[in-house]
T-cell receptor, first 117, second 115 residues
Framework: DQQVKQNSPSLSVQEGRISILNCDYTNSMFDYFLWYKKYPAEGPTFLISISSIKDKNEDGRFTVFLNKSAKHLSLHIVPSQPGDSAVYFCAATPGVAGGTSYGKLTFGQGTILTVHP | EAGVAQSPRYKIIEKRQSVAFWCNPISGHATLYWYQQILGQGPKLLIQFQNNGVVDDSQLPKDRFSAERLKGVDSTLKIQPAKLEDSAVYLC?????????????FGPGTRLTVT
């Protein structure tokens, strides 16, 4: 039961262009969404998040968009840099309505982003 | 501020052997998590502690896995006996407090290979 899906295992973009990473979810109890970034041999690090009451959140070069009706979110990186090359994980967590699942993160499978110089 | 520390970083054991992993969370973080990340998948929560009490261990295979957080700081995760399918990266994370706005800070993980 994959509640959070990242259907693209990998993405390759040219430096300076836009990277768009996608994520779909099925659990309507999810009300907070996060993106984590992971370099090899390191743990995931928090990148950006969005609450279900918003449809967009921006932090520098990173913007996350949420489409609740489609149960879809995306991470835009503009402009992409070679240092952005990493695995990106989408994660979601239910609100209080999720009962005992409240606050528990469910991760997608990850997308490997490669930014070419 | 020091991050989440984990050791060992790598471990290779044979099936049916036992293994233990150690985690030291960020100072002051009351909530500690253990995740299992199998190759090609996202991290999966095994157990969550709030101080030294277990909040959620519903995904922990209790016939072989155990975890403790004595004194509410460091934690150990043990597997006994190990199976081939336990090969994974075991990630420890911590947060100031629980809740769905909590940001979890991850350690570098322990890569376990069971042969």
């Amino acid at each position: 039961d994959q509640q959070v899906k990242q259907n693209s295992p990998s993405l390759s973009v040219q430096e300076g262009r836009i990277s768009i990473l996608n994520c779909d979810y099925t659990n309507s109890m999810f009300d907070y969404f996060l993106w984590y970034k992971k370099y090899p041999a390191e743990g995931p690090t928090f990148l950006i998040s969005i609450s279900s009451i918003k449809d967009k959140n921006e932090d520098g070069r990173f913007t996350v968009f949420l489409n609740k009706s489609a149960k879809h979110l995306s991470l835009h990186i503009v402009p992409s840099q070679p240092g952005d090359s990493a695995v990106y994980f989408c994660a979601a967590t239910p609100g209080v309505a999720g009962g005992t699942s409240y606050g528990k993160l469910t991760f997608g499978q990850g997308t490997i982003l490669t930014v070419h110089p | 501020e020091a991050g989440v520390a984990q050791s060992p970083r790598y471990k290779i054991i044979e099936k049916r052997q036992s293994v233990a992993f150690w985690c030291n969370p960020i100072s002051g973080h009351a909530t500690l998590y253990w995740y299992q990340q199998i190759l090609g998948q996202g991290p999966k929560l095994l157990i969550q502690f709030q101080n030294n009490g277990v909040v959620d261990d519903s995904q922990l295979p209790k016939d072989r896995f155990s975890a403790e957080r004595l004194k509410g700081v460091d934690s150990t995760l043990k597997i006994q006996p190990a199976k081939l399918e336990d090969s994974a990266v075991y990630l420890c994370a911590s947060s100031l407090e629980p809740g769905n706005r909590a940001i979890e800070y991850f350690g570098p993980g322990t890569r376990l290979t069971v042969t």
